[in-house]
């Protein structure tokens, strides 16, 4: 759901269509990956940032461009959407200045985020945080996911 909320945030918030669209994921955990199968499979073309050498290799293995985080720097101007899922501060002003003023970043980290939204906001630059995207762009099936992990976490309860 969170996946599937995000891309569908980003179809309501430009004015393109995601296929064609430069696309850059940051992080290639759960969230990362799911997202990327799903802009990849709409048409997008699909960058990854990962630091794990292990991750690394799985992005070029599933046909999508890799960046290693210490050239993040060198693509940010290219993209037209930028997705978070790093918890932590990635996106600060150093590296805002770099992205064009038409980009749309879409942060689904938990809070704080992974973006200095506040200098996002005085560069011109639309930031958004989605939080809570599976219970409002899918709530039926966030509760079934949320129920079966309870029930996983209770088989192992003392």
């Not at 940032?49 to 293995?61: G, P, Q, S, V």
């Not at 693509?75 to 600060?92: A, R």
């Not at 996002?120 to 079934?144: C, D, H, N, Q, Y």
Request: aromatic share 6%.
């Amino acid at each position: 759901p969170s996946a599937e909320g995000a891309v569908q945030k980003a179809m309501e918030m430009t004015d393109i269509t995601i296929h064609g669209a430069d696309v850059l994921v940051l992080g290639y955990g759960r969230l990362g990956k799911c997202l990327a199968r799903i802009l990849k499979g709409i048409g997008a073309n699909v960058m990854i940032e990962a630091r794990n050498n292990k991750d690394l290799t799985w992005i070029y293995e599933n046909g999508y461009k890799l960046i290693p985080l210490e050239e993040l720097d060198t693509v940010l101007h290219m993209q037209n959407i930028i997705f978070n899922t790093i918890p932590y501060l990635i996106l600060d002003k150093k590296k805002l200045e770099k992205v064009r003023k038409d980009t749309l970043i879409i942060d689904l980290a938990s809070y704080p985020g992974g973006v200095d939204f506040e200098a996002a906001k005085g560069l011109g630059i639309t930031a958004s945080l989605e939080l809570g995207l599976p219970s409002r762009v899918a709530p039926k099936t966030a509760a079934k996911i949320v129920y079966a992990r309870i029930k996983e976490l209770l088989k192992t309860w003392p």
